[in-house]
């Protein structure tokens, strides 16, 4: 069964570049059956994909976000990771990463989610 | 992209049934049977309850069921339990490693 766990700072300025890591196990990364994403849940709002990413480096961005996102992945860590350039304080929402089960396209398994504020 | 529209709540009494609707284009729900629904319940991540429109994952009960006709899914949950008072998102494939979610309903055991 697969584990992700988000990481990384919970506050982050206006105009400065928003970062997080997400950490796989009982798994690999690397597996030809999944991508690898990032959603975001501003507070009491809806959920918003972010984009995913596959083993090879093929990335796929929501296009209302893909100007300012970029998600990498280090298999040799297992991990993934999401950078979002020019926050402002719409940007605040809790971060989930997901893993992506390729054909039948449904996120299975989510880490706990990690609230990023955007605030000077 | 547009988020797939939900209404925003629905409600029932405990044993009752409920439906959900969500509704895209014949660009995403009407174009692929890859519509999921997941279930929310307040500080938690989402956890997926039907997939490929009517596929229930291991372990969610089969209170849960998923259709589609056209542009429009929906989700009914049967015999309302307590423990289901809790958001519901659709999600749905969109092509081109594009998924679109939606706009979430929020369901009340009254």
């Known amino acids: 069964q697969l584990q992700l766990q988000e990481s990384g700072p919970g506050l982050v300025k206006p105009s400065e570049t928003l970062s997080l890591t997400c950490t796989v196990s009982?798994?690999?990364?690397?597996?030809?059956?999944?991508?690898w994403g990032w959603i975001r849940q501003p507070p009491g709002q809806g959920l918003e994909r972010i984009g995913t990413?596959?083993?090879?480096?093929?990335?796929y961005y929501n296009p209302s976000l893909k100007s300012r996102v970029t998600i990498s992945v280090d298999t040799s860590k297992n991990q993934f990771s999401l950078k979002l350039s020019s926050v402002t304080a719409a940007d605040t929402a809790v971060y989930y990463c997901?893993?992506?089960?390729?054909?039948?396209?449904?996120?299975?398994?989510w880490g706990q989610g990690t609230l990023v504020t955007v605030s000077s | 992209q547009s988020a797939l529209t939900q209404p925003p709540s629905a409600s029932g009494s405990p044993g009752q049934s409920v439906t959900i609707s969500c509704t895209g284009t014949?660009?995403?729900?009407?174009?692929?049977?890859?519509v999921s629904w997941y279930q929310q319940h307040p500080g938690k991540a989402p956890k997926v309850m039907i997939f490929?429109?009517?596929k229930r994952p291991s372990g969610v009960p089969d209170r849960f069921s998923g259709s589609k006709s056209g542009n429009t899914a929906s989700l009914t949950v049967s015999g309302l339990q307590a423990e289901d008072e809790a958001d519901y998102y659709c999600?749905?494939?969109?092509?081109?490693?594009?998924?679109?979610f939606g706009t979430g309903t929020k369901v009340t055991v009254l």
């Open positions: 997901a893993s992506l089960w390729l054909a039948p396209y449904y996120f299975d398994y």
């Open positions: 009982g798994g690999s990364i690397s597996s030809s059956s999944y991508q």
């Open positions: 990413i596959y083993y090879s480096g093929n990335t």
């Open positions: 014949s660009s995403d729900v009407g174009a692929y049977n890859y």
């Open positions: 490929e429109v009517s």
């Open positions: 999600s749905s494939y969109a092509g081109s490693n594009n998924f679109v």
